[in-house]
């Protein structure tokens, strides 16, 4: 029976504390949101800790859970406003190790190295600015301009908008790399 | 989503990793933890204790060692007096004036009277949602079912007529959700006034209880092209409660053409066009009525609407072709000047028991859009009313598609209708819509269960929103023509509004030698699936094409009513290469053309001044008509041929389908037909409603009495 349950409804009853519930609803969207984690971060670790910082933080975030919107676009935001943290944390701890010199600049190269061994895309992803980047993970999820404006808090204009940006940007880097 | 963006997608699938199983039970259990702490902060006891010694005296004593002056004593006292006077019945019958005896009752009956309008309106959505005709008895059971075990789905649908926030677009693949939509029990007094909105409106529509605002005039305006995006923003008033969340947007996209041109005879005598034995349009017209909005122009087409009805054409005789052309003339109701040409196909009715044994894939979409009472739950009781009508020869197979494809009844006979009545009831939505999947595994599955002499048809049955593999309505086609050619049938019921893509249902009914019918309600199923289902699963002749050839001596203009998504080239009729409709056993086809005579004060064309003369034929018929048609699985097709004659008196069959005519157009584009209005045409239909053994004639005169309202 509880498979047959809509998502909103189990999500509202883990809200009001229903252990079994959240337990399904997360058994029922790891999958995809891991997924969606690795195409916004672009690398299997970091997709791993992300989903984990989300996990962690669900259960308290779940009270804000109005039922207004379906879980999946509520999610989701969760998910990219834990990047926009992550990516935060890991800014402020760059400029601080800046000037670390010699041992720092030999590593970020190996980084370096290694994200050259990453497939194409990914790599171009990773170049995309994060607003960009946002957007694509979510479209290519088969989420429609529409919902993906709902989880991102913008217009759906903006998103068709940063889409085209985003495919310029792509193509750029693949003519710069064709050219090489 | 263009190529650049898919191959992207593909990509990204490919190079998303699985995540880590020991990692996802990791963080899962401490989600769980979590969850767990955070329940037990809200439940662990308190530090100081809420459970003091409880009773009247402890008030009173906390009370009188609190309040120590006499003036506090003396006021508490006052009021608790004088809440005695004003709250006790004994009381008030000593404070009330004889002469004014009336206000409790008053206040008691609209106290009492409230909730029974609520109660009222809700069994009244029931109704609306699952018109159930009170002749079919197997529908009972779901009547009672329904008000007991969703109440909120009900409500949900109320609330999607309220507030007609109504977005068709063809990309936009949008799950939708009843939960989202009723967070909260509607309060009674705004559906209360509604329906009684409806009551005034119509007595007469089942679907009458949730008459929003009428939809706003301009929506008839826009035609044609499917692509156009159409956003009715909701009236003001239709926002009862500022808790009600505003309807998710609606992605429906409909096939349609522009709306057939006047043709001039001289110039192009010719017209071509594939039969069309589709239902589907009628069906969405009446879901639109129903909910009180009046349909897209772009959902109404006419010939769909004329073909619901079954018509009382001669039938052919034993021996004869496998259907028999009528072909009448007649005044247009509309135009005195002009006349209606209304050709009739009327296929022969073999037994059904006589048929060869059939090969049943039923391709069920779970995915998530379909959880919806009128979807998904209506589909299990409409495929359980056709199970029941099977014969023991017949093989069932089911085959559920929604992020991935797979079978779920193995091949087994009819007469083992337990175990099919079971995997039916076992089906559950969730995830996306891999249509083309599902598509492949059903007719490979088909394939296998094909002998000699038995015919295979897949029957789909969907919402039509198909997000993952091919959702291109042409990729699709391309991909259903193929597998037509194995020898397979596929008919295509739709199920459920919001985001019903009746563009892939047609692009997939056309192009798979099928039907594409809508199911709205548990008595369409019974139409559709009970009535007329051998019509639904024999074909009696294949790509049956109609060519009709005026006569520029006497015609100087005409106009084919409807039929514009089926419009042939002229050289595609003698191509039997060329794909066209089926026509199912005992179905019927009416076609009907407004021309208008040489000489005719209607003519809308001046003739041309220097143009030659040419018109020399001095017959004096009206045209002719040329059928072409292929018995089941032949590669060569047959001709029949026969003249149109004068005018004549028509029938009530015709006359019906000329009335259903004038009502398509004053839906779609009622450009032709002067100040010929709403009232003629109920008029016309009223008078011809023939025997209407099963009630459609009525219900359809019902439904243009609510267009009349709605289009005020």
């Avoid at chain 2, 995540?19 to 039970?25: Q, T, Y």
Wanted: glycine residues 6%; contains cysteine; charged residues 20%.
């Amino acid at each position: 029976m509880r498979m047959m349950t809509s998502d909103e409804d189990l999500a509202t009853a883990a809200a009001s504390g229903d252990g079994a519930a959240f337990a399904s609803l997360l058994d029922r969207h790891y999958d995809r949101l891991f997924a969606f984690c690795f195409r916004l971060t672009g690398a299997r670790a970091e997709a791993e800790d992300l989903t984990q910082d989300i996990c962690a933080a669900l259960p308290a975030k779940l009270a804000s859970y109005q039922g207004r919107a379906k879980v999946t676009t509520w999610l989701y935001r969760v998910a990219v406003n834990a990047a926009h943290d992550r990516r935060r944390k890991r800014a402020t701890y760059m400029k601080a190790s800046d000037g670390w010199g010699d041992w720092e600049t030999g590593r970020k190269a190996a980084i370096a190295d290694t994200s050259a061994q990453l497939d194409w895309l990914t790599a171009a992803m990773n170049q995309l600015n994060d607003d960009l980047r946002d957007t694509l993970a979510l479209v290519l999820d088969d989420m429609t301009h529409a919902q993906a404006a709902e989880v991102l808090g913008v217009s759906e204009g903006t998103i068709s908008w940063r889409i085209s940006e985003a495919k310029k940007a792509l193509r750029a880097i693949k003519e710069k790399e064709d050219a090489v | 989503m263009n190529d650049d963006l898919d191959d992207l997608k593909a990509m990204m699938d490919a190079a998303t990793p699985r995540p880590d199983a020991a990692r996802r039970a990791e963080n899962i259990a401490l989600a769980q933890k979590n969850f767990a702490d955070i329940q037990g902060s809200r439940t662990a006891p308190r530090p100081t204790s809420t459970n003091r010694p409880k009773g009247l005296w402890t008030g009173v004593r906390t009370m009188l060692n609190t309040m120590t002056t006499k003036g506090a004593l003396t006021t508490t006292t006052a009021l608790v007096a004088c809440g005695f006077l004003l709250l006790t019945p004994q009381a008030q019958d000593l404070l009330r004036p004889p002469s004014n005896p009336q206000i409790t009752m008053t206040e008691f009956d609209t106290i009492r009277s409230a909730p029974q309008d609520g109660v009222a309106s809700v069994a009244e959505d029931v109704m609306a949602t699952n018109t159930i005709a009170p002749e079919s008895s197997s529908a009972l059971p779901q009547v009672q079912q329904l008000p007991l075990t969703m109440p909120e789905q009900d409500e949900s649908f109320a609330n999607r007529a309220t507030a007609p926030a109504e977005r068709s677009r063809l990309a936009i693949k949008d799950a939708q959700d009843t939960g989202e939509t009723a967070p909260t029990p509607p309060t009674p007094a705004p559906e209360a006034s509604i329906a009684m909105e409806s009551t005034a409106l119509s007595d007469a529509v089942e679907g009458a209880a949730e008459l929003a605002p009428a939809a706003p005039p301009n929506m008839r305006g826009l035609s044609g092209a499917v692509t156009e995006e159409i956003m009715i923003l909701p009236a003001p008033a239709s926002q009862p409660d500022a808790r009600f969340i505003a309807p998710p947007a609606q992605t429906e996209a409909f096939a349609n053409a522009d709306t057939n041109p006047l043709r001039i005879t001289s110039e192009d005598p010719v017209s071509t066009f594939s039969i069309d034995v589709d239902t589907a349009s009628y069906a969405i017209v009446r879901s639109s009525l129903s909910r009180g909005q009046l349909p897209p122009a772009q959902a109404v087409r006419i010939e769909e609407m004329i073909n619901y009805f079954p018509y009382d054409y001669p039938a052919p005789d034993l021996g004869e072709a496998p259907f028999r052309p009528t072909v009448t003339t007649f005044q247009t109701p509309w135009n005195a000047d002009t006349q209606l040409v209304h050709i009739a196909l009327q296929g022969q009715m073999p037994a059904l028991d006589d048929g060869p044994p059939l090969n049943l894939v039923f391709l069920i979409d779970t995915s998530g859009s379909m959880d919806d009472p009128a979807k998904l739950p209506l589909l299990k009781q409409s495929f359980r009313l056709m199970v029941d009508r099977l014969r023991p020869q017949d093989e069932v197979a089911i085959v559920e598609y929604a992020g991935s494809a797979g079978q779920v009844l193995a091949p087994t006979p009819a007469s083992d209708r337990t175990t099919i009545l079971q995997a039916i009831q076992g089906l559950g939505a969730g995830g996306s819509t891999n249509g083309q999947g599902g598509l492949e595994q059903a007719y490979a599955i088909a394939d296998a269960m094909a002998t000699n002499g038995e015919v295979s048809r897949v029957i789909l049955a969907t919402d039509g929103d198909f997000n993952v593999g091919i959702s291109n309505p042409d990729a699709l086609k391309a991909f259903i023509a193929d597998k037509r050619d194995t020898g397979t049938y596929l008919s295509v019921l739709g199920f459920g509004r919001g985001n019903l893509d009746d563009a892939t249902m047609q692009a997939l009914a056309q192009n798979g030698n099928g039907t594409a019918a809508y199911i709205d309600t548990l008595s369409e199923a019974q139409k559709v699936l009970v009535d007329q289902l051998s019509g639904a699963l024999f074909a009696i002749a294949e790509d049956v094409k109609v060519q009709v050839e005026f006569n520029p001596a006497q015609v100087a203009e005409y106009r084919l009513i409807g039929y514009e998504t089926r419009a042939l080239n002229r050289e595609d009729f003698n191509n039997d290469a060329v794909d066209a409709g089926e026509l199912g056993a005992g179905h019927s086809v009416t076609a009907i053309y407004e021309i208008t005579p040489v000489g005719s004060p209607a003519q809308l064309s001046d003739p041309l001044r220097y143009a030659p003369n040419t018109v020399a034929s001095a017959s004096d018929e009206l045209g002719f008509v040329k059928l072409r048609y292929k018995a089941p699985g032949a590669d060569v097709s047959q001709l029949i041929e026969t003249p149109i004659v004068g005018s004549g008196i028509p029938g009530t069959e015709a006359n019906f389908a000329a009335a259903i005519a004038g009502f398509g157009q004053l839906l779609r584009n009622p450009q032709y037909l002067g100040d010929w209005g709403y009232d003629a045409a109920i008029a016309l239909a009223n008078a011809n409603r023939g025997e209407d053994a099963f009630g459609y004639r009525t219900e359809a005169v019902q439904l243009m009495r609510l267009a009349q309202s709605l289009s005020r």
